[in-house]
């Protein structure tokens, strides 16, 4: 079984809610990832979890705040967003260590479909 | 510096054609290879991966990719292509500490 989980597949919000997005793996996999897709662009990594610690943050603006509770869950945090935040936001996770010097595949959730009026 | 280009940004061809997406990297160790595919709205689909061995790559879908090192590419084919492939491809080189440097894309219009 390779499959991330992602919810909720579609979410709303205005520029002053709060929400939430989360990701499942259930791979035993000790990397995850969250990148935000624009339309027509490949997607740009946003922060990196390895063995439940943040080790890449890709200079992304504090009202996105990452959280790995356990090694099977990672939460986004939402607070205060710009109407140019809106894309596609996906997590994947990968089997290897990413603190390593070799590649490793990344497996790939459904995407959460953010809209912030 | 690790780069991935995609030269096509758009490519048409007939349902039960012949298909070959072009990608080619720049990176300075043995590269890690993937191709993605992902549908509207969806995330991505690994189709293949290249990591070491036989430069050439049987995957999903009937795709296959063949590396060359001489000409730093790795490009995508299928023999026969179905309406269902119509959908957005990307090649990825992975990198040091497992970093993702993607393609800008290669949008597939399969035409009836």
């Known amino acids: 079984d390779t499959e991330v989980t992602q919810t909720p597949k579609h979410l709303v919000m205005g520029m002053t809610n709060k929400k939430s997005l989360k990701c499942e793996q259930h791979?035993?996999?000790?990397?995850m990832y969250w990148y935000k897709q624009k339309a027509k662009k490949p997607p740009e990594l946003m922060f990196v979890?390895?063995?439940?610690?943040?080790?890449i943050n890709e200079s992304v603006p504090s009202r996105f705040s990452p959280e790995c509770p356990n090694s099977s869950l990672l939460n986004l945090h939402l607070h205060a967003l710009q109407p140019e935040d809106s894309a596609l936001y996906l997590c994947?996770?990968?089997?290897?260590?990413?603190?390593?010097?070799?590649?490793?595949?990344?497996?790939f959730g459904p995407g959460t479909r953010l809209t912030v009026l | 510096a690790q780069s991935v280009t995609q030269p096509d940004i758009h490519i048409t061809v007939s349902e039960g054609a012949s298909l070959e997406l072009r990608c080619n990297y720049s990176?300075?160790?043995?590269?890690?290879l993937f191709w993605y595919v992902q549908s509207p709205g969806q995330g991505l689909q690994l189709l293949l991966k290249?990591?070491?061995?036989?430069?050439l790559v049987q995957g999903i879908k009937g795709f296959e990719a063949e590396f060359k090192r001489s000409q730093s590419s790795f490009n995508l084919r299928k023999p026969s292509v179905h309406w269902s492939d119509a959908a957005e491809y990307f090649c990825?080189?992975?990198?040091?500490?497992?970093?993702?440097?993607f393609g800008t894309g290669t949008s597939l219009t399969v035409i009836p």
């Open positions: 990825a080189v992975g990198a040091y500490g497992n970093q993702f440097y």
């Open positions: 979890y390895s063995y439940e610690k943040l080790s």
């Open positions: 994947a996770s990968s089997p290897g260590d990413p603190r390593s010097v070799s590649s490793d595949t990344q497996y």
């Open positions: 990176y300075g160790a043995t590269p890690y």
């Open positions: 290249y990591f070491s061995g036989d430069t």
């Open positions: 791979m035993g996999h000790r990397a």
